[in-house]
């Protein structure tokens, strides 16, 4: 697939078959993703990819974190949500995790963010190349503190993104608008 096509035909996939993705799969991608842009040369990423114990014990904390939002997570009624929740990340084949290191400096902040979320769509479209979706989740599970506690996060560590990652079973259909709507051509 050439990389227009590669680009334009990825999705999100939250749909996966259980079929293990290879460690070396994982790890041609992970070589390609260091290889964004990445202004002075920060590289302020690290990946944590879990597999096995380490991907049920993720599980269990994204399942304790829902039950912290929960205003009773004892009720009988929620708890099928919950062990879905539970089911469905250990049933991920693999898990990445990915953070940033968080610089003093605020430009150098705000620009290793950026370089990290290269990193991570390079993952996702490095993944597609190979025919293995992924799906990018984010959200306040990321300041949980068992979870930065699973890691073992220093304060100057941010998980910026949680990549879902397996074979299709199913690929969404997405719209976008079309870019001549989003382009300004100056001469
Ligand atoms: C920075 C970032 C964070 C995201 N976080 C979430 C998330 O927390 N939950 C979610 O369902 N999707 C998340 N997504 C995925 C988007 O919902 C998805 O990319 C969007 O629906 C477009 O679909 P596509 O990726 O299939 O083109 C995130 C995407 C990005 C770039």
């Known amino acids: 697939m050439d990389v227009l096509e590669l680009i334009k035909t990825r999705r999100s996939v939250a749909r996966m078959k259980p079929d293990s993705v290879d460690r070396d799969l994982i790890e041609r991608v992970l070589e390609a993703a260091v290889w964004v842009p990445n202004h002075r040369l920060t590289e302020p990423w690290q990946f944590f990819v879990l597999q096995g114990e ?11 974190f829902r039950r912290t939002a929960l205003p009773n997570p004892d009720a009988p ?13 250990v049933q991920t084949p693999t898990i990445i995790v990915v953070t940033a290191f968080v610089a003093e400096d605020a430009e150098t ?9 290269a990193a991570t769509y390079a993952l996702m479209l490095g993944s597609w190349s190979f025919g293995v979706g992924t799906y990018w989740r984010t959200g306040p599970l990321r300041d949980y503190p068992p979870f930065r506690e699973f890691l073992g996060l220093p304060a100057d560590r941010r998980i910026t993104g949680v990549l879902y990652v397996g074979y299709p079973a199913e690929i969404p259909q997405k719209r976008r608008t079309p870019p001549a709507e989003k382009t300004v051509w100056l001469e």
């Not at 929620?78 to 879905?84: H, I, K, N, S, Y």
């Not at 902040?109 to 979320?117: N, Q």
């Open 54 to 64: 380490a991907k049920r014990r993720f599980a269990e904390i994204r399942r304790d």
């Open 77 to 89: 009624e929620v708890q099928p949500a919950l062990e879905r929740l539970y089911t469905e990340t």
């Open 109 to 117: 902040r705000e620009e290793d963010m950026w370089a990290t979320f």
